[in-house]
Nanobody, 124 residues
Framework: QVQLVESGGGLVQAGGSLRLSCAAS????????MAWFRQAPGKEREFVAA????????HYADSVKGRFTIARDNAKNTVYLQMNSLKPEDTAVYYC?????????????????WGQGTQVTVSS
């Protein structure tokens, strides 16, 4: 059974930075694509960033491109999301997810394992 545990959320002022971490259990972490999604109050869950298992390539939503960086450390079974130049509209619960494949995925339905979420609040 795969378990994902996020950490690193909190309250930050606009323009500030946070780094989220997601520790995964299981011996096949490096095989699968890992991603971050977020969900703001009253909105649907949306894709933020992914790092593939096949090549380690990274992909971002347009809204975070140039500000957020996703990275994975396969030796530590951990994926990170470095968030810089944060904006109030980045406020959401952020979820770590593991895909069912090693390829680039953006649809939440392609991710079979999810963390419990960590709150990120950006004040103006």
């Amino acid at each position: 059974q795969v378990q994902l545990v996020e950490s690193g959320g909190g309250l930050v002022q606009a323009g500030g930075s946070l780094r989220l971490s997601c520790a995964a259990s299981g011996r096949t972490f490096s095989t699968y694509t890992m991603a971050w999604f977020r969900q703001a109050p009253g909105k649907e869950r949306e894709f933020v960033a992914a790092v593939t298992g096949s090549s380690g390539s990274t992909h971002y939503a347009d809204s975070v491109k140039g500000r957020f960086t996703i990275a994975r450390d396969n030796a530590k079974n951990t994926v990170y999301l470095q968030m810089n130049s944060l904006k109030p509209e980045d406020t959401a619960v952020y979820y770590c997810a593991r895909s069912n494949s090693p390829w680039y995925e953006v649809a939440a339905t392609q991710f079979g394992y999810w963390g419990q979420g960590t709150q990120v609040t950006v004040s103006s």
